[in-house]
């Protein structure tokens, strides 16, 4: 059983189209702590995830506490920036999907191109480009980062 398997992985849920329709939802209520609580915590990604990307180790090795503090600095901008662009719009999860091939960690899959579609209230499809990417382990999704 791997680390992240044995870690309580906290506000996971079962279908990347869980975690969009989450991430929608958050957006109509305008609730930024809802929007972040998808995404993994600094814990996970100190844990489980950092270690397992080729950044984190030689000739790179990045300090873990460095790439987390660049990925939360990235993912709070971006929170920020799209609860201002589109929160409070009573918009309606249309789908989901992935425009790159997923990658496979140790540990985790890392699901990309992340493209959310929603309805506007007057109809109009929209591509929100909110969503970086997302993590799935052992059939469960939490956001691993927002674009800014």
């Known amino acids: 059983m791997c680390a ?14 869980a975690v969009a329709l989450s991430v929608v939802t958050a957006l109509n209520q305008g609730d930024v702590e809802a929007l ?3 995404r993994v915590t600094r814990e996970e990604y100190l844990a489980w995830i950092w270690p397992s990307f080729p950044s984190s180790k030689a000739p790179y090795a990045f300090p873990a506490d460095f790439a987390w503090s660049n990925l939360n600095k990235k993912c709070q901008i971006g929170v920020n920036k799209w609860v ?3 929160g409070r719009q009573d918009l309606v999860f249309s789908s989901l999907h ?7 960690y140790k ?4 699901l990309r191109g992340t493209v959310l579609s929603a309805k506007k209230p007057n109809g ?22 927002y674009r800014d």
């Open 84 to 86: 201002r662009i589109y």
């Open 98 to 104: 992935f425009e790159k091939s997923a990658e496979e």
């Open 124 to 145: 109009d499809e929209i591509a929100l480009e909110i969503i970086g990417s997302m993590v799935e382990n052992a059939g469960r999704y939490k956001l691993l980062s």
């Open 107 to 110: 540990g985790f899959r890392l």
């Open 36 to 38: 972040h609580r998808l």
């Open 4 to 17: 992240c398997q044995q870690r309580n992985w906290q506000h996971s849920l079962e279908t990347p189209e």
